[in-house]
C-alpha cells in the first residue's frame, strides 16, 4: 500500500490476485489496511487538503501531466500485469492505457482553462437605493479528500489513476484510493506512478494514498471518516448503495458518486430494422459480445415491434451468437454471477432463449447468452430489468410503438439509450425522446453504447440506478464538477481574496460581471 | 389548495393562522390536504412536466415575469395578511416583496441568456485514429417536478414563491408547494398570483399546486412520491435531516436541497477591535436585534481575543441590548422554542450572562439574549454550537488567535463567517482564511451577515448542518443549476436535437465547443 510517500505492506492479513485465465494464483501477496492504516492515509489526506487545493493552475495542471509521464514510463510491466489480474487481451488494456493517460492529460487541460473556478464578481453598488450592494466575488473551491474505489473491468481507465483519481485531483481534491482486489498488481504499479508524480512536482505526500482491503470493512472505514468529503464509485448496485448508505449517516452527510447498474436500452425503429434488419443483427452481437460484455454501457435490453424485420433481425443475431467466442471474465466472483444470472434468464417460464455462444474452454469463460420475452412479461416482473454483468440480452417484442412506449416509461433509469433510426423513424422518435430523456444520461442514434468518448459533451450517468446522482458525469470533463463548491467572498480586501477574483484578471479566466460572460 | 387549476378546500382537517403580535386566530380556516390531494398535485405536476421543461426560453421567462406581475397586482391585501400572519412590520414585508418579484424577473433573465442550459458540442471526427469520434453534444434539463417547502421567516422571498419556486420554475421543473402553516393566507394569496400566471401565459395546469397540510403527513407524502424528483426546505436542522432520510430512503433517492442551522461566526480581530470597538458592539447588536433576529444569517457567535479592546466593546454591546426592543416572533412556537433556548444558555454553569433586551409587552416577544464563555467551554460543549433561532449570541473569549483558529476547525458547517479586520489583521486573516472556506458559503469582511442579497456571485449555502449539500446555493442566480442534469446526445440529426444544440445556434448561446467557449 502506498501511504503518502511511504510504501506500506498492510498489517490486516493478505491477498493474492487470481489470473482469470488459467484460474492460478498470482504472487506476491498484498497486505490489507488496518483500521490505523486507513486512519494515517485520511490524516494524510487531510493534512494535505489545504496546499494542495490551492496549487496554481499550472502547477497542478503539470503534476497531473506527470501522473500520464510516470504511468506511461511504466512500460510493459503494466501492460503484462494487467493482462494477467484481467484476462482481458493486450490491445484493450494498451488501449486503457491510452485512454487513461490522455484523460489525465485532458485534466490538465481543463485545469489550465480555469473554467470550472466558476468565477462571478457582483462589483459594490454604494449609491443604490434604498440599500447599497456590496462587492460579491464567487469562486468554486475543492470539496475536501475523496475516497475512490477502483472498478474491476477498467483496471486503468476506472481505476487507481481513472477517471475518479483524475477529476478529484484536477478539482483539487487529494484522494484516498481503495484499490479493487482483483488486480492489486496493477494498482501498486500504477499507485508508485502516481507517487512519483507526487515527489517529482513536489505535492504534498498525502495528495495520493493507496490501500487494499478484504470485504467491505476498510471502504466503509473510508467513507466513514470524517476528513473524507465525497466518494467516487464504479461497481455493482449492492455496493453503491451500500456506500450511499453509510455516507448518508455520517454526522455529516457527504455526496457519493456511485455508477452501478444499467441494462442500456436499445430501440430498433420500424424503418431503420426494415432496411437493415441482418446488419443490425451482427453488428448487436458484437457489440454485446465484445470484452466479454463487462462493460456499464452493454446492450442489456433490445426492444423491436414484431414482425417480419424483426424475425430476420432474431435470425441474424442467432447466427452470429452460435460463432460468439467465450472470452475470460475478470474474476471467479464475476463469472459465477453471470452464470447464475444468465440460468435465471433461461429458466423464467416466460423467457425464451435465442441463442447461446460458444462455451469456450478453460475457467471463467463467458458463454454469451440471448433471450427474448413479451413486453406484458417485463411490464409484470421487475426481475427481469436487473443487470446480468456480461454478455446477456433480453429482446423485448412489442406490439406497437405505444407499447414500446409504454415499457420505456417503466423502465429503470439508464446509463444510456439507443436508437437505430431511419428517417422515416424521425417522427415516431420524437415522441420517444421525452421518456429517454427523463431515462438516461446519453441517448444515441445508429451506433452501440459500448465505448465512452472522453470529451467534454460526455455524459457517463443517469437517474438512478444508473448512478446515485443523475446530476453528474463520472467521464468527461464535466466530472470535475463533482468535486467542487462555491464559496462567496463579500468586501474581501484584494489582498485577500484568491486570484481567480482579483480585479485585473490575472489568471486570464472567463468570469461572469453582473451575469455577463467575458474574458479579460 | 391549488391543485393545478383548481381551488380545492383541503378534506383532512383544517388550519387557520395566528396573530402573533396579538394571539389571536385569524380566520378563515383552510383545509389540509388529504392523501388523495396530494397525490392529486403530483399527478398534475408530473403531467406538466414534459410540456413545461421544453418551453422556449422567452416564453418561460415571460411566465417568470408575469409571476412577478400578480404578486404585485395583489397590492395592500397581500402585505396586509402577511403582517398579521408573521408579526413583521409593513416595511420588511414590503421589502420581501420587492425581493421575491426581483428574484422572479432575474431568474427570467438568467433562462433568457440561456447559459444555464450548459451547451457542449464536440463534433465528429470521422478520420480520426485508432477510432473514429461521434458526434457528441451535451445540454442540462430539468430533474423532474419539485416539492417546495415554504419557510416560516420570510413569507414572501422563501416560501410560495420565493427562491427555491423561482429557481425550479426557472430550470423547468413544475413545483409542488408545502405551504408553511404559520402564513396560509400569505401562501393563498401568491399562490393565487401564480395560478393566474400559468393561465394567462398558457402553462400547463400542473405547472404550480400548493398543499397545506398539518403535522409531517402531507410533506413526508409529498417527499416520498415518485413523481417528485428533488426538495427545496428552508427550516429546521430536525425538519431538514428528516426530508433527508425520507428522500434517501425512497425507491429512487433524490436531492434534498435544505438550508437547515448556522450560527454565523463573527471574527473580532485585533487591529479592527483596537480601532472601533465601540462602533462594532452598537452595530453588532444592531444586527442581532433586526427582525428578533429571524434571519438564517443571524450574528450568533462572535469570536474575539481577550484584552482591553474586547471589553469596550462589550461594554458598547451591552448597552445598546439594554436598550434592544422586543419584536414580535413568527410563531408561537418560535417564541417558546426561542425563551428555552435562552433558558438554556442562562443557566449553563460556564456560561455568563452579558445582558438581556428590553422584556417587551404582549405575547411572542423576543427578548434579546448575550451570553458569553471561554473557548475550551465551547470546545468541551458540542451543544453551545446549537443554533437558538431568535436574538440570541454566544460570545467566546479567545486567549490568542491561535485559540481562535482551533476553535474554527471546530465548528460545523455555516452559510457565513465575518471578518471585522483592518489592514493590520490581514496576516492573521490569511492563517484563518482557509479554515473559514472549509466551513463556510460566505466570508465577509467588515459588515454583518444578515442581508443576502439576490445576484449572480450570492453563495447562500455552506457545509452541513448549514445546508444538506453544500455544492449548491439558495440564493443568487447559481441556485437553477440544483434542478437540471445533463443530457447528451450522439450522433442524432438535426431534426431530433434540441434547439439549443443545433449547428447554427439558434438561440445565440454561449456554447462550449471542443472545450472552446464562444457565442454565436
Given at each position: 500500500?502506498?501511504?503518502?510517500?511511504?510504501?506500506?505492506?498492510?498489517?490486516?492479513?493478505?491477498?493474492?490476485?487470481?489470473?482469470?485465465?488459467?484460474?492460478?494464483?498470482?504472487?506476491?501477496?498484498?497486505?490489507?489496511?488496518?483500521?490505523?492504516?486507513?486512519?494515517?492515509?485520511?490524516?494524510?489526506?487531510?493534512?494535505?487538503?489545504?496546499?494542495?487545493?490551492?496549487?496554481?493552475?499550472?502547477?497542478?495542471?503539470?503534476?497531473?501531466?506527470?501522473?500520464?509521464?510516470?504511468?506511461?514510463?511504466?512500460?510493459?510491466?503494466?501492460?503484462?500485469?494487467?493482462?494477467?489480474?484481467?484476462?482481458?487481451?493486450?490491445?484493450?488494456?494498451?488501449?486503457?492505457?491510452?485512454?487513461?493517460?490522455?484523460?489525465?492529460?485532458?485534466?490538465?487541460?481543463?485545469?489550465?482553462?480555469?473554467?470550472?473556478?466558476?468565477?462571478?464578481?457582483?462589483?459594490?453598488?454604494?449609491?443604490?437605493?434604498?440599500?447599497?450592494?456590496?462587492?460579491?466575488?464567487?469562486?468554486?473551491?475543492?470539496?475536501?479528500?475523496?475516497?475512490?474505489?477502483?472498478?474491476?473491468?477498467?483496471?486503468?481507465?476506472?481505476?487507481?489513476?481513472?477517471?475518479?483519481?483524475?477529476?478529484?485531483?484536477?478539482?483539487?481534491?487529494?484522494?484516498?484510493?481503495?484499490?479493487?482486489?482483483?488486480?492489486?498488481?496493477?494498482?501498486?504499479?500504477?499507485?508508485?506512478?502516481?507517487?512519483?508524480?507526487?515527489?517529482?512536482?513536489?505535492?504534498?505526500?498525502?495528495?495520493?494514498?493507496?490501500?487494499?482491503?478484504?470485504?467491505?470493512?476498510?471502504?466503509?472505514?473510508?467513507?466513514?471518516?470524517?476528513?473524507?468529503?465525497?466518494?467516487?464509485?464504479?461497481?455493482?448496485?449492492?455496493?453503491?448503495?451500500?456506500?450511499?448508505?453509510?455516507?448518508?449517516?455520517?454526522?455529516?452527510?457527504?455526496?457519493?458518486?456511485?455508477?452501478?447498474?444499467?441494462?442500456?436500452?436499445?430501440?430498433?425503429?420500424?424503418?431503420?430494422?426494415?432496411?437493415?434488419?441482418?446488419?443490425?443483427?451482427?453488428?448487436?452481437?458484437?457489440?454485446?459480445?465484445?470484452?466479454?460484455?463487462?462493460?456499464?454501457?452493454?446492450?442489456?435490453?433490445?426492444?423491436?415491434?414484431?414482425?417480419?424485420?424483426?424475425?430476420?433481425?432474431?435470425?441474424?443475431?442467432?447466427?452470429?451468437?452460435?460463432?460468439?467466442?467465450?472470452?475470460v471474465m475478470l474474476t471467479p466472483g464475476i463469472?459465477?454471477?453471470?452464470?447464475?444470472?444468465?440460468?435465471?434468464?433461461?429458466?423464467?417460464?416466460?423467457?425464451?432463449?435465442?441463442?447461446?455462444?460458444?462455451?469456450?474452454?478453460?475457467?471463467?469463460?463467458?458463454?454469451?447468452?440471448?433471450?427474448?420475452?413479451?413486453?406484458?412479461?417485463?411490464?409484470?416482473?421487475?426481475?427481469?430489468?436487473?443487470?446480468?454483468?456480461?454478455?446477456?440480452?433480453?429482446?423485448?417484442?412489442?406490439?406497437?410503438?405505444?407499447?414500446?412506449?409504454?415499457?420505456?416509461?417503466?423502465?429503470?433509469?439508464?446509463?444510456?439509450?439507443?436508437?437505430?433510426?431511419?428517417?422515416?423513424?424521425?417522427?415516431?422518435?420524437?415522441?420517444?425522446?421525452?421518456?429517454?430523456?427523463?431515462?438516461?444520461?446519453?441517448?444515441?442514434?445508429?451506433?452501440?453504447?459500448?465505448?465512452?468518448?472522453?470529451?467534454?459533451?460526455?455524459?457517463?450517468?443517469?437517474?438512478?440506478?444508473?448512478?446515485?446522482?443523475?446530476?453528474?458525469?463520472?467521464?468527461?470533463?464535466?466530472?470535475?464538477?463533482?468535486?467542487?463548491?462555491?464559496?462567496?467572498?463579500?468586501?474581501?480586501?484584494?489582498?485577500?481574496?484568491?486570484?481567480?477574483?482579483?480585479?485585473?484578471?490575472?489568471?486570464?479566466?472567463?468570469?461572469r460581471t453582473d451575469g455577463e460572460l467575458a474574458?479579460?
Amino acid at each position: 500500500m502506498l501511504i503518502g510517500a511511504r510504501a506500506v505492506m498492510g498489517s490486516n492479513g493478505s491477498h493474492k490476485a487470481i489470473d482469470p485465465a488459467s484460474g492460478e494464483t498470482l504472487e506476491p501477496a498484498y497486505g490489507l489496511a488496518s483500521e490505523a492504516e486507513v486512519e494515517a492515509a485520511c490524516a494524510l489526506a487531510w493534512a494535505a487538503f489545504d496546499t494542495y487545493r490551492e496549487t496554481g493552475l499550472a502547477e497542478r495542471a503539470a503534476f497531473l501531466e506527470a501522473c500520464a509521464d510516470e504511468i506511461e514510463a511504466l512500460g510493459d510491466a503494466l501492460i503484462a500485469r494487467a493482462c494477467a489480474e484481467s484476462g482481458l487481451p493486450r490491445a484493450r488494456i494498451e488501449g486503457g492505457r491510452g485512454r487513461t493517460c490522455g484523460q489525465l492529460r485532458l485534466f490538465a487541460q481543463v485545469v489550465r482553462e480555469g473554467s470550472w473556478l466558476g468565477a462571478r464578481i457582483d462589483p459594490a453598488m454604494p449609491e443604490r437605493q434604498p440599500l447599497p450592494r456590496a462587492d460579491l466575488r464567487q469562486r468554486m473551491i475543492a470539496l475536501g479528500p475523496v475516497a475512490v474505489f477502483g472498478a474491476s473491468n477498467f483496471p486503468l481507465a476506472f481505476s487507481v489513476a481513472g477517471g475518479d483519481t483524475a477529476s478529484a485531483l484536477a478539482a483539487g481534491c487529494p484522494v484516498v484510493i481503495k484499490a479493487h482486489n482483483a488486480h492489486p498488481g496493477t494498482s501498486e504499479l500504477v499507485g508508485l506512478a502516481l507517487q512519483k508524480a507526487v515527489a517529482r512536482c513536489a505535492m504534498p505526500e498525502g495528495t495520493v494514498s493507496l490501500i487494499f482491503g478484504a470485504g467491505t470493512a476498510a471502504g466503509t472505514q473510508l467513507v466513514s471518516d470524517a476528513r473524507i468529503k465525497a466518494v467516487g464509485f464504479t461497481g455493482s448496485r449492492g455496493g453503491g448503495t451500500a456506500l450511499m448508505h453509510v455516507a448518508a449517516a455520517r454526522p455529516e452527510p457527504i455526496p457519493v458518486y456511485a455508477e452501478m447498474s444499467s441494462i442500456n436500452p436499445v430501440y430498433l425503429l420500424p424503418e431503420a430494422l426494415a432496411a437493415r434488419a441482418e446488419a443490425l443483427g451482427k453488428a448487436f452481437v458484437g457489440s454485446l459480445t465484445m470484452g466479454a460484455g463487462q462493460f456499464c454501457t452493454n446492450p442489456g435490453l433490445l426492444l423491436a415491434i414484431e414482425g417480419d424485420a424483426l424475425e430476420r433481425f432474431v435470425a441474424a443475431a442467432v447466427a452470429a451468437m452460435h460463432e460468439a467466442g467465450a472470452s475470460v471474465m475478470l474474476t471467479p466472483g464475476i463469472a459465477s454471477a453471470y452464470a447464475a444470472g444468465v440460468e435465471r434468464l433461461a429458466g423464467h417460464p416466460q423467457v425464451e432463449t435465442l441463442a447461446r455462444g460458444l462455451a469456450g474452454e478453460g475457467p471463467n469463460r463467458c458463454q454469451a447468452g440471448w433471450f427474448a420475452t413479451d413486453a406484458d412479461t417485463f411490464l409484470a416482473d421487475e426481475a427481469l430489468q436487473e443487470e446480468v454483468f456480461g454478455a446477456a440480452s433480453l429482446l423485448i417484442r412489442c406490439r406497437d410503438l405505444d407499447q414500446m412506449k409504454a415499457l420505456s416509461e417503466h423502465l429503470e433509469g439508464q446509463l444510456t439509450a439507443t436508437l437505430q433510426l431511419d428517417t422515416g423513424d424521425i417522427a415516431a422518435v420524437r415522441t420517444l425522446l421525452p421518456v429517454l430523456e427523463r431515462k438516461a444520461g446519453r441517448i444515441l442514434a445508429n451506433g452501440w453504447p459500448t465505448g465512452v468518448e472522453v470529451c467534454h459533451a460526455m455524459v457517463h450517468g443517469g437517474p438512478f440506478p444508473a448512478t446515485s446522482d443523475s446530476r453528474t458525469t463520472s467521464v468527461g470533463t464535466r466530472a470535475i464538477a463533482r468535486f467542487l463548491r462555491p464559496v462567496c467572498y463579500q468586501d474581501l480586501p484584494e489582498a485577500l481574496l484568491p486570484e481567480a477574483l482579483h480585479a485585473a484578471n490575472p489568471l486570464g479566466l472567463w468570469r461572469r460581471t453582473d451575469g455577463e460572460l467575458a474574458r479579460a
